[in-house]
């Protein structure tokens, strides 16, 4: 049976990360393939700003356009989610030897292992995830989220991307926020469980 829908593509950080968290391999080399560095840098030209507007990130949108809204003139939740997605991504990944995507690890378990890292102060790191969880707007919660992804980044924390993107996107609609607000804290609360591997 033949269809005339597109295949889906993956997201751009499924291309390049292995199901066991490194990298996947390059067919014509053998090697590990890693995200080229102009790759990175096309997706951080979209920080702090609206979906579309960088024309250097138009290849690695994954996301189909909503064909209604685009004869309005305007783009989808998921459209705007994973455009902050893959800038955080290009932020994220940038410098590191190893994939800073990982599935399983969210948002809240992530912050956590920041918060275990030592290298910033528990007292401001705690000041920063309550200013993320009380953002009153998705432009609000990308401020806070690059800031922080910044600190994952420093001490080479990886984070579960597909979730972020979900998280983000649910943000565009209050009524959601209060549950992405529970999962984010029961994950970064959990810190007193020091043998804690689960995802939460």
Do not use: C, F
């Not at 005339?4 to 990298?23: I, L, M, N, S």
């Not at 590990?32 to 979209?46: D, I, Q, V």
């Not at 290009?90 to 275990?116: D, F, I, N, T, Y």
């Not at 200013?131 to 420093?154: K, W």
């Amino acid at each position: 049976m033949t269809t005339d829908q597109p295949a889906a593509r993956r997201r751009y950080w499924h291309e390049y990360t292995a199901p066991h968290h490194g990298w996947r391999t390059d067919p014509r080399t053998g090697q590990p393939g890693r995200p080229p560095g102009e790759e990175l840098a096309a997706l951080r030209s979209g920080l702090g700003r609206p979906v579309m507007d960088s024309s250097k990130m138009w290849p690695y949108y994954s996301t189909e356009v909503d064909d209604v809204l685009a004869l309005q003139d305007r783009v989808s939740d998921e459209q705007q989610a994973e455009h902050a997605a893959l800038a955080l991504y290009g932020l994220h990944q940038q410098g590191q030897s190893r994939p800073m995507h990982r599935s399983g690890v969210k948002l809240g378990r992530a912050l956590r292992e920041l918060r275990r890292h030592g290298k910033y102060s528990e007292n401001a790191l705690d000041a920063r995830v309550g200013q993320l969880a009380a953002a009153t707007s998705v432009p609000a919660l990308l401020v806070h989220l690059r800031g922080l992804v910044t600190q994952l980044r420093t001490v080479g924390q990886p984070l579960d991307y597909d979730h972020l993107m979900a998280d983000i996107r649910a943000w565009h609609q209050p009524e959601r926020r209060p549950q992405v607000r529970l999962k984010w804290a029961l994950g970064y609360q959990a810190w007193q469980d020091k043998t804690s591997v689960g995802d939460e």
